[in-house]
């Protein structure tokens, strides 16, 4: 166990479909990340937040998604009207921000769209 | 692209042996990390070393670094069958801003 928790594990949604996972971090860390990865490859950076700003956002993000970290602290992503191709693992990671941070990983939020 | 890409894609050894697997990756880093994943989890941070060091040791793991090459390596020894999982190297480029760009990993699996 990281410290990193992640809500909720697993998610089956049917297309069209609004979800939202939520990511708590190791308290004391101001840099959150979000990565998707599927199968067989490794995770993709989508976004990360320095406190409560976000910071950058991948291309990979579309307008269908959205994330927040309201506080400084927990994160949500959000997907909307979901799509086949947006099945995979959702993973954040926190750090805290040095040169030579280590980012810890949460367990994963695995999504399934059908 | 400062993604890092993993050599082999697959390895398959046996109790006992050791284990290396490589990456390369392309502009200047201030970092290179390896994780490994197990089956369906999270990643969990092996190792770190910085740009200016050139190897780092941690318990059966020993990493290498030649950034006049920008690639390195990872050295699992006398590996155990608990070691099957995914692994992965993260370079940290120097303007990347704190993201990490990971390759399609390196499969290892551990035979008894």
């Known amino acids: 166990d990281t410290g990193v928790s992640q809500n909720p594990r697993h998610k089956i949604t049917k297309r069209g479909q609004n979800v939202t996972f939520r990511c708590d971090p190791i308290?004391?860390?101001?840099?959150l990340y979000w990565y998707r990865q599927t199968l067989g490859q490794g995770p993709e950076f989508l976004t990360y937040?320095?406190?409560?700003?976000?910071?950058?956002k991948s291309r990979l993000l579309s307008d269908r998604f959205s994330a927040e970290r309201p506080k400084g602290s927990f994160s949500t992503l959000e997907i909307q009207r979901t799509e086949q191709g947006d099945s995979a693992m959702y993973l954040c990671?926190?750090?805290?921000?040095?040169?030579?941070?280590?980012?810890?990983f949460g367990p994963g939020t695995r999504l399934l769209v059908l | 692209s400062q993604q890092g890409e993993e050599d082999p894609q697959a390895l398959s050894i046996q109790e006992g042996e050791n284990a290396t697997m490589n990456c390369s990756y392309k502009?200047?880093?201030?970092?290179l990390q390896w994780y490994r994943q197990n089956s369906g989890r999270g990643l969990v941070h092996l190792i770190l070393?910085?740009?200016?060091?050139r190897e780092k040791h941690s318990g059966r793991l020993r990493v290498t670094l030649d950034t006049s090459k920008k690639s390195s390596s990872l050295l699992i020894t006398a590996s155990r069958a608990a070691d099957t999982a995914s692994y992965f190297c993260?370079?940290?480029?120097?303007?990347?801003?704190?993201?990490?760009?990971f390759g399609a990993g390196t499969q290892v699996v551990v035979t008894p």
């Open positions: 990671a926190t750090g805290d921000g040095r040169v030579q941070e280590t980012q810890y």
């Open positions: 502009t200047s880093i201030n970092n």
């Open positions: 937040f320095q406190n409560e700003a976000q910071l950058e």
């Open positions: 993260a370079p940290r480029s120097t303007d990347s801003w704190g993201k990490l760009q």
């Open positions: 308290s004391e860390h101001n840099r």
């Open positions: 070393i910085r740009s200016n060091e």
